[in-house]
């Protein structure tokens, strides 16, 4: 009886072994492939595309269609003159694609732009500054036959705007 059953813990292995990748790729859910076949073509990409590389950036890799974005419209329509190529570049490293989906938007990666300084406040203009500033531009809206309201409005206006945006005028 433990004869038997020694027989029945022990597998025989038939035929000769296989690759850990073939028995992976055997294994895994499609989904796990087309991740790690995006993983691939994203690591690659330059090689597969050589300079436009630079200004393009695959996003997803689903059921055989390679989604990729493009900084600009010539640059999508480079890549679909170029699909062939790309299709074939990937072959060669084992993925399979069957049809390329470009579209147009920014690709930057948001970690490497530089963040704005959340601590810059703008300080408020006293009434003071604003009234000195006004009378060095009275003149300036009398031309116009604005009511008197109407011209000072205008006048504290201009002077806000440019000292805000650091204007001389």
């Known amino acids: 009886m433990s004869n038997k059953s020694n027989k029945s813990s022990r597998r025989e292995i038939k035929g000769s072994p296989e690759h850990l990748s073939k028995v992976f790729e055997r294994l895994s859910s499609t989904h796990m492939k087309n991740y790690l076949d995006f993983y691939k073509v994203h690591n690659a990409w330059f090689e597969i595309t050589g300079k436009v590389s630079k200004r393009s950036k695959p996003i997803s890799l689903q059921k055989g269609k390679l989604h990729i974005i493009a900084d ?36 930057k990666d948001k970690a490497k732009t530089p963040k704005r300084d959340n601590n810059l406040q703008l300080k408020p203009f006293t009434e003071g500054d604003i009234l000195e500033e006004v009378e ?3 003149d300036m809206f009398n031309d116009y036959g604005l009511p008197d309201d109407v011209a000072n409005s205008l006048r504290r206006l201009y ?4 000292k805000r945006f650091n204007l001389k005028g």
């Open 136 to 138: 060095k531009v009275k």
């Open 72 to 107: 600009s419209p010539s640059v999508a329509q480079e890549i679909n003159m170029m699909s062939g190529r790309i299709i074939s570049k990937a072959l060669s490293l084992g993925i399979r694609i069957d049809s390329l989906y470009v579209c147009i938007g920014n690709f």
């Open 159 to 162: 002077v806000v705007y440019n």
